[in-house]
């Protein structure tokens, strides 16, 4: 890159910036705001809840990159253009192409960014964040209220209060044969893994047989085989929150147990393009300021990319479940609004519109 380019990539990336913090706030704040109503419970009170607030704060900007990518891109071109700069390089006999060129190269900055965000930090912040606020609520011995139905193998597991991923409380373990029939029901009020097996504690127990059952109580019982806590962890948690290693487990955990993982091949392929489709969004964006935007306020811009950033959005997430309810593959649903963007970005750059 020479030094047009490089200004122009430092333009586009110190706007950003500043439409960075100013969008982040905005959701942090409201964040914030609609959570109120989730205080008062156990000792989760205004404290826990801005500490929560911040610690979901790289996963808000994990979300809002696209946006922000977008924004900055029509805010710093922009700029450039309102001072006479975008002219005075077009007539130095940069092509408009030459220009998107160093837009995507910013483009690209930021797509590692946000890869990175989403890869590392934002899933280590969220689970953090939702201990946080669980330990505040229900302390050391609820962490997780919320009932969990698992598989694993022919054991279906229903437990009803996970207090992390290798102790569970409450748990009712259905045994079930090749022939569907149930064949032994443990229920145990509370459950640790170690040395690679579940040891259950008060345990009740009851087998099936042809035409009777029967039915004894155990202090202890050692589960053989059975959940590991890792895929515990893994499944409880939102794939939004996982990383790509945590998708691909999860993802082989409920092929080997004949279980859909449509939805999370979809969040795999969508963390896949969510470089690209940073790197679209700014593309789409470089057209409007050599055309109707070009001698307009910072305002209309704004408008103008948040509108765009949100039909965006919605198309995204319509096209999600569109290709979830008629089977299509994971690929094209979380790829084609993103390859149609940036297309249409490159095709009106080329075209001088």
Not at 77 to 95: C, D, F, H, K, P
Not at 111 to 122: F, P, Q, R, T
Not at 298 to 322: C, E, P, S, W
Request: hydrophobic share 45%; glycine share 12%.
């Amino acid at each position: 890159m020479n030094r047009i380019d490089r200004y122009i990539v430092r333009s586009i990336l110190s706007l950003t910036f500043v439409v960075g913090l100013a969008l982040v706030a905005i959701y942090t704040f409201t964040s914030f705001v609609a959570d109120l109503g989730g205080t008062g419970r156990g000792d989760f009170g205004l404290t826990e809840l801005a500490i929560y607030t911040l610690l979901n704060m790289p996963a808000g900007l994990h979300l809002l990159m696209p946006i922000i990518a977008m924004l900055g891109t029509l805010m710093g071109l922009g700029n450039m253009a309102g001072q006479g700069e975008i002219t005075a390089i077009r007539a130095a006999g940069v092509s408009n192409v030459r220009i998107g060129m160093a837009a995507l190269v910013a483009g690209a900055m930021l797509g590692l960014l946000g890869w990175a965000l989403g890869e590392w930090v934002a899933p280590a912040s969220q689970q953090s964040a939702e201990r946080y606020k669980s330990n505040a609520r229900y302390g050391v011995e609820g962490a997780n209220s919320k009932p969990v139905w698992l598989k694993n193998g022919n054991d279906v597991f229903n437990i009803k209060k996970l207090v992390s991923e290798d102790h569970i409380g409450d748990a009712v373990i259905y045994s079930i044969g090749e022939d569907l029939r149930l064949h032994s029901i443990t229920s145990a009020k509370d459950g640790v893994f170690r040395d690679g097996r579940w040891s259950l504690s008060e345990v009740v127990r009851t087998e099936f047989a042809d035409d009777s059952a029967k039915v004894e109580k155990l202090d202890q019982y050692e589960l053989q085989g059975g959940l590991s806590p890792n895929v515990l962890k893994l499944f409880v948690l939102q794939a939004k929150s996982l990383s790509t290693d945590g998708l691909l487990e999860l993802i082989h955990y409920l092929d080997d147990n004949g279980l859909d993982s449509s939805e999370q091949r979809l969040e795999l392929w969508e963390k896949i393009v969510e470089p690209l489709t940073v790197m679209a969004m700014m593309m789409f964006a470089v057209p409007f300021v050599f055309g109707s935007l070009r001698n307009s306020g910072a305002g209309l811009r704004l408008m103008i990319g948040v509108l765009v950033g949100v039909a965006f959005y919605v198309i995204n997430q319509v096209t999600a479940d569109l290709g979830q309810l008629y089977g299509w593959p994971p690929s094209i649903a979380a790829c084609t609004p993103t390859a149609v963007l940036g297309g249409w970005g490159w095709w009106r750059l080329r075209n001088g519109a």
